[in-house]
């Protein structure tokens, strides 16, 4: 059974950090790219950030750049996301994705979410 299974959510004060976390189990986690979107209350989903299969590829949102740290360890398994000076606009459900593109049809799993709140 595929999982993404997000921790390390909660309330923080603004200028505070939070690292996510995303455990993954029921692929070959090494051979996907991955991702960390988000979807704020009453809006929808945004992509913040991109890792690629090996790591050594990164993208962000040009709002959480700077700010936000994507990786990941392929020998754990895990997804990361390392979350400095938070914002109030950065208060919403994250989700990490996997994704692998392959001739016969890509792959794409989603985990539950976890709530972040930046609020004072």
């Known amino acids: 059974e595929v999982q993404l299974v997000e921790s390390g959510g909660g309330l923080v004060q603004p200028g505070g950090s939070l690292r996510l976390s995303c455990a993954a189990s029921?692929?070959?986690?090494?051979?996907?790219?991955m991702s960390w979107v988000r979807q704020a209350p009453g809006k929808g989903l945004e992509w913040v950030s991109h890792?690629?299969?090996?790591?050594?590829?990164?993208f962000y949102t040009d709002s959480v750049k700077g700010r936000f740290t994507i990786s990941r360890d392929n020998a754990k398994n895990t997804l990361y996301l390392q979350m400095n000076s938070l914002k109030p606009e950065d208060t919403a459900v994250y989700y990490c994705?996997?994704?692998?593109?392959?001739?016969?049809?890509?792959?794409?799993?989603w985990g539950q979410g976890s709530q972040v709140t930046v609020s004072s």
């Open positions: 994705n996997a994704y692998l593109v392959r001739l016969e049809g890509s792959l794409e799993y």
């Open positions: 890792i690629n299969s090996g790591g050594d590829n990164t």
């Open positions: 029921g692929f070959t986690f090494s051979r996907y790219a």
